[in-house]
């Protein structure tokens, strides 16, 4: 099998039937069938072996929502080369870590992206989606050039097919594997909790460079037949209303962030468009109650909340396909088919209203997750038997429903995004004011959390407003503008383990305090 086929091609023998609606912020507007989709990627797919990429070689793409990196995808699964998604608010740093660690052979990007790479020693090629090839032809000059004859590379369930960097809390991020089965074992997400039908116009807000954009909101939807908007512009919450009029979008997921700045946008906006959606999802982080309520009154559907992991997809859901009740603030209930449980730190289940971790037996043959990218000893820190830890806590309540509880290792999840301290930490250990640095989840009511920093300061360097913004601005531009910190705290010393490790989690819990407090 090969996901390609599942997403694309096997729906190409209707030539009108569409599979991609998309615009970007000019207001230039395209529509893509999935004959189009297909003749374009077989097309794209004999350039890349012509380029000497060939299967288990991998493949990078850093760009926004364009259909330059979707053609560069489906061809990179036809080849049966391995996809590496990357965001293009990352800095250099960030960028070139994922890059080194995976050992691309080849980066799709453009102009804007690639200026930050100046300074770099390259080892890949690169191909820019705005700009001329070696031989003076632009990306769908070079597109056309080769044949649309292409037979897809025999691959299996097992093979490599993504290849997604994930935050944690010790060390750099990690490439999360996902195979080629990953379309079968997130079946049971496709169609009970976001309900995607071949019928469905499909548009989630997610970027392509993070697993939910790709996984959920793109190749999902495509996996059904269901047409999917790809809008490539900053977002807007009025804009959102006009994409979902315009489109008469059926089926629709963003961030919970990006829910209650349309909420914040008031009744007399939202009436203004004729909104048809049948199907409200979100991910990321929890949804409060007052903006559950106010899609509801709205719209007759309220919203209903996922929770998921890079690695083991989303296990803990509200179901679309169902007229379950939503509770506000639940995570929903475990998806069917495999086996979920909250756990100590030994393996053992919790009691009912007991926070416990949350955990996946994946020795269930259709687990699409395979492992870390050249890290073993990686998977065995995440093991627990057969028992895969997310790291994040959750209580279950008399009905079965999952409630988060916050993180078991101090990944921060602001505004849809989970990052990771070490990365900001390292990068503020670059400034040569800094003597220590710990970051940490600070609650705030839109983004859920932001990123906050404690300083201790070199002894050259004194505390002022000025350094602060300056040390954000560093982080900023190293990595990127999601990981940066949006406030920065000076303090005289950290408080530490015995062994000398920094105690984050009691910098958080003092921010927590002072959150239920104010």
């Known amino acids: 099998m090969n996901i390609a086929n599942e997403i694309c091609d096997r729906w190409a023998t209707n030539p009108n039937r569409v599979a991609i609606y998309w615009e970007d912020e000019t207001g230039k507007k395209e529509e893509w069938t999935f004959a189009k989709l297909k003749e374009k990627s077989d097309r794209m797919a004999n350039g890349l072996k012509s380029m000497g990429i060939n299967k288990g070689d991998r493949v990078a793409g850093l760009l926004g929502k364009d259909m330059e990196l979707v053609i560069t995808i489906l061809a990179t699964f036809k080849i049966g080369a391995i996809y590496v998604p990357l965001f293009t608010a990352f800095g250099p740093d960030a960028i070139m870590h994922r890059l080194t660690d995976v050992g691309v052979s080849l980066l799709l990007t453009n102009k804007e992206q690639v200026s930050k790479l100046k300074d770099q020693k390259l080892s890949f090629e690169i191909l820019l989606a705005d700009g001329i090839t070696k031989d003076g032809k632009t990306f769908w000059e070079f597109v056309d050039s080769f044949s649309s004859d292409y037979v897809i590379e025999k691959t299996l369930g097992n093979d490599t097919a993504i290849i997604q960097y994930t935050s944690g809390t010790t060390g750099l991020p990690k490439g999360a594997i996902a195979k080629h089965k990953s379309v079968y074992s997130l079946f049971p ?174 020795s269930n043959e259709i687990t699409g997750f395979g492992g870390y990218w050249n890290n073993s000893e990686k998977l065995k820190e995440k093991m627990l038997g057969n028992l895969f830890l997310s790291g994040d806590l959750a209580r279950k309540d008399e009905d079965g429903y999952f409630w988060f509880q916050g993180r ?65 601005l560093f982080v900023k531009n190293k990595l990127s503008k999601h990981q940066y910190p949006r406030e920065v705290e000076f303090i005289n010393e950290f408080p530490k383990t015995q062994s000398g490790k920094t105690q984050r989690y009691l910098l958080k819990k003092r921010e927590y305090e002072n959150y239920s407090q104010s």
């Not at 997400?189 to 939910?212: P, R, T």
């Not at 989840?441 to 990123?451: L, N, R, Y």
């Open 189 to 362: 997400y496709y169609k009970f909790a976001l309900n995607i039908e071949e019928d469905d116009i499909f548009y989630g807000g997610a970027d392509l460079g993070w697993s939910f954009g790709l996984v959920a909101c793109t190749i999902g939807p495509l996996n059904f037949g269901a047409k999917v908007v790809l809008y490539k512009g900053p977002f807007e919450a009025e804009k959102v209303y006009q994409i979902l009029d315009e489109y008469q979008v059926t089926n629709f997921a963003y961030a919970p962030t990006a829910y209650r700045m349309m909420m914040a946008l008031g009744v007399e906006t939202s009436k203004k468009y004729n909104v048809k959606v049948r199907k409200f999802s979100s991910a990321g982080e929890p949804l409060d109650g007052e903006v559950v309520k106010f899609f509801k009154q709205n719209f007759g559907r309220a919203i209903y909340d996922h929770y998921g992991a890079t690695e083991i997809g989303m296990i803990v859901n509200n179901y679309n396909i169902t007229d379950m009740e939503v509770k506000p603030g639940s995570m929903g209930l475990p998806i069917p088919g495999y086996n979920i449980a909250l756990v100590d730190g030994q393996g053992n289940p919790v009691n009912q209203g007991e926070a416990g971790q949350i955990a996946l037996d994946i």
């Open 408 to 472: 078991a290792d101090d990944v921060i999840s602001s505004a849809g995004y989970r990052i990771g301290p070490t990365e900001v930490e390292a990068s503020l250990m670059e400034h040569p004011a800094v003597l220590e640095a710990a970051a940490i989840g600070k609650p705030d009511k839109t983004k859920g959390e932001i990123v906050k920093a404690f300083i201790v300061l070199n002894e050259d360097y004194e505390p002022s407003e000025e350094l602060k913004e300056e040390l954000s």
